[in-house]
């Protein structure tokens, strides 16, 4: 089958073999070459596709929020959207907001006062009962109400003194506790109640002293200048410029009033 048969020589059936063979594989190959080029994408899709793909990504990446600057909105009881934050956000001071202030004044606390002042005449001190000092009686002292200064700025923090001291002619012991103490402020003509040291702050101490004869002990607070109530429950309001008066108490003894000024 393989062996040509003809009468021509060998040589030249097998050239034609040859040939038709070449002619079918360049067939073949012609038509590879046809059948990749359509289907293969154009050079306009490929571009189109390549500018498309970044831009989707540019889209996305401008649609996610930044989760460290963005607030989340979420509806109020009243109905108005309230705005949430980031942690480091922090709320508006209530001093700046112009309402009252509710805060307990912890600073505003009776505490005991160095400062020098003059020894009160009294009589000539008697001796020391061997059982030692008798215990003061309220007609062996005196208490007193005093002021740093008699007129102040308002929004000062004045400085109101309890002085109490040993008017009689011997020793005596005294427990000065601080809930037996009070500091008052009252309006000018001494018809309302504007601030008490007992309102707010009112600790219970014992403070068993000795009293000397005409040597003054002393309490201060530094006041803000505001209001206050029995509880300390309502509002605090800063007192507007205006005369007022200072009455001090110790136990049962009230001493006289002490006026000053607050001014603008």
Known sequence: MWEPVGPLPASVYWRRRWVALA??????????????ALTAPSSDDAAEAATTRPASRAAMTEAA????????????????????????????????????????PT???????????????VPPSLPVPATGPVPCADDMLT?????????????DRPVLRLVVTNVSDQPCVRDLDGSQQEIVVWSGDGATRLWSSNDCVNPASTDLRTLVPGQPVAFAVTWSGKTS????????????????RVVTRLAQMVSSPTPFLLMN
């Not at 600073?107 to 005449?121: F, G, H, I, K, L």
């Not at 208490?143 to 929004?155: L, S, Y």
């Not at 029995?230 to 309001?237: L, M, V």
């Open 23 to 36: 002619v079918v594989i360049v067939v073949f190959m012609v038509f590879g070459w046809s059948f990749a």
């Open 143 to 155: 208490v007193a109400a005093e002021i740093d200064r008699p007129d102040h700025k308002v929004g």
């Open 65 to 104: 929020p930044d989760p460290a600057t963005s607030a989340t909105a979420a509806p109020s009881a009243s109905g108005t959207p309230v705005v949430s934050t980031s942690p480091g956000t922090q709320s508006p001071d209530p001093s700046q907001t112009g309402q009252p202030d509710t805060t307990p």
């Open 229 to 244: 109530n029995p509880g300390c429950t309502a509002p605090r309001r800063q007192l507007p410029a205006g005369a007022y």
């Open 107 to 121: 600073d505003e606390q009776v505490r005991p006062d160095d400062t020098p002042r003059p020894p009160v005449a």
